[in-house]
């Protein structure tokens, strides 16, 4: 039984024009334990990654196997600089600016396949705010 709640989290494989979208969701060590327990680094393997839990969380095998071209990290683009290196180092550190997408500051982007490899296609401003609690 996991101790960390995170550890029960839906994880998410999609393919689509093969390329592989890896959604992590929330897991933690225990997660990350049983996806390398349980399925192959063939299987693991993706062209394209939302990092777990905000990239908050130490994982340090998940990312080498997975080895994405491109990553997506649910959180502001601050937390690269406010966290520990550790948890960046061997994610987004490793890789240009134009490989790691934060999310919130920046918008929603898109990707699509063209010409057999995968490419940000589509980027669109935060509109909006933080939700104040209202029904409208």
Not at 32 to 57: G, I, P, R
């Amino acid at each position: 039984m996991p101790e960390d709640f995170n550890d029960t989290s839906t994880v998410l494989k999609i393919t689509f024009d093969s390329k592989v979208f890896l959604m992590l969701g929330d897991i933690n060590k225990i997660g990350e334990a049983q996806l390398l327990k349980h399925y192959s680094e063939d299987t693991l393997k993706s062209d394209l990654v939302q990092a777990a839990h905000h990239l908050f969380n130490t994982l340090y095998y998940i990312y080498d196997v997975a080895d994405p071209e491109y990553i997506v990290v649910p959180t502001r683009v601050e937390s690269k600089t406010n966290h520990d290196k550790m948890k960046y180092a061997r994610l987004v550190l490793t890789r240009s600016d134009d490989q790691v997408f934060f999310a919130s500051d920046y918008g929603t982007h898109g990707f699509a396949v063209r010409d057999g490899k995968l490419t940000r296609i589509y980027h669109d401003i935060l509109r909006g705010g933080e939700y104040d609690g209202s029904d409208s």
